[in-house]
C-alpha cells in the first residue's frame, strides 16, 4: 500500500461534484466488475438477503441486482439493500428516487454505526484508494460481514486512474492481503482494474 503523497484532501464536496447530473452517465461499476460480481456471488453460492454498498455513489449495484441478477436467476427473490456514501447530495437523491432500500451519509473514515455480523455482502467498489486510513474501513468490512459472507472489494492497480483525489495505491499483493479470508477469486481487467473476492471465515 503506497501513500501517494501531496494529493487533494478529500471532503463532501469533492464528490459533490463528481457525482453530478453529468457524470451519471459514467458508472462506477463498469460491465467487467459486473461480470465480475456475478460470476463471485455464483462461485460463492450464498443467499443475499442483506447486501451493503459502502462508497455506493448512486446506487447502481442494486440496480445490477435488482434487475440483472435476481430477475434473471430468482425473480420473486428480494435482498435489503444499505448504501453509504460521504457524498451528501448522492445520498438525498437516492432517498428520493430510490426509498427500497436504505441510504447513509458517513464517512469512511471513521467506524460504521452498524452491527457485528450484519450482511450477507459486501461490496465496495472504488472507494479505498480514496481514504487516508483504508485500514479502518477494511477492518469495518470484515466485521460487518457475516461469517461465510461474501466481501467484494476494487480498486486500481498501483497508479492507474490517477485522479487528484487517490491517497494511496494498490499492487497486487495489497489487494489479496486485505481480507482476512478465503480469496475465491481475483481479476486484473485491461490491466488497471483490480477486483476481488474473498468468503469471511
Excluded at 458508472?27 to 460480481?37: G, K, V
Excluded at 455513489?57 to 440496480?63: A, I, K, Q, V, Y
Excluded at 471513521?110 to 483504508?134: A, W
Aim: charged residues 25%; hydrophobic residues 30%.
Amino acid at each position: 500500500m503506497t501513500p501517494t503523497g501531496n494529493k487533494q484532501n478529500n471532503n463532501p464536496s469533492v464528490y459533490d461534484d463528481y457525482y453530478g447530473s453529468e457524470y451519471e452517465k459514467f458508472f462506477r461499476i463498469l460491465d467487467t466488475r459486473r461480470r465480475f460480481i456475478k460470476e463471485s456471488i455464483m462461485s460463492w453460492g450464498g443467499e443475499m438477503n442483506n447486501v451493503l454498498d459502502l462508497g455506493c455513489g448512486w446506487g447502481e449495484l442494486f440496480n445490477y441486482l435488482d434487475k440483472i441478477y435476481y430477475k434473471d436467476n430468482y425473480p420473486a427473490y428480494t435482498f435489503k439493500g444499505t448504501g453509504i456514501d460521504y457524498c451528501g447530495k448522492t445520498i438525498l437523491k437516492n432517498i428520493d428516487r430510490n426509498p427500497l432500500y436504505t441510504w447513509q451519509y458517513h464517512n469512511l473514515e471513521n467506524e460504521l454505526k452498524i452491527d457485528d455480523e450484519s450482511f450477507d455482502f459486501v461490496f465496495c467498489g472504488e472507494t479505498i484508494e480514496h481514504l487516508s486510513n483504508p485500514a479502518i474501513c477494511l477492518s469495518e468490512i470484515y466485521r460487518v460481514t457475516k461469517k461465510g459472507g461474501l466481501i467484494i472489494i476494487t480498486v486500481p492497480l498501483n497508479d492507474r486512474n490517477d485522479a487528484p483525489e487517490h491517497m494511496h495505491y494498490f499492487s497486487e499483493i495489497d489487494l489479496i492481503k486485505f481480507v482476512p479470508g478465503e480469496l475465491i477469486s481475483y481479476n486484473l481487467y485491461e490491466k488497471a482494474q483490480q477486483c476481488a473476492a474473498w468468503v469471511k471465515n
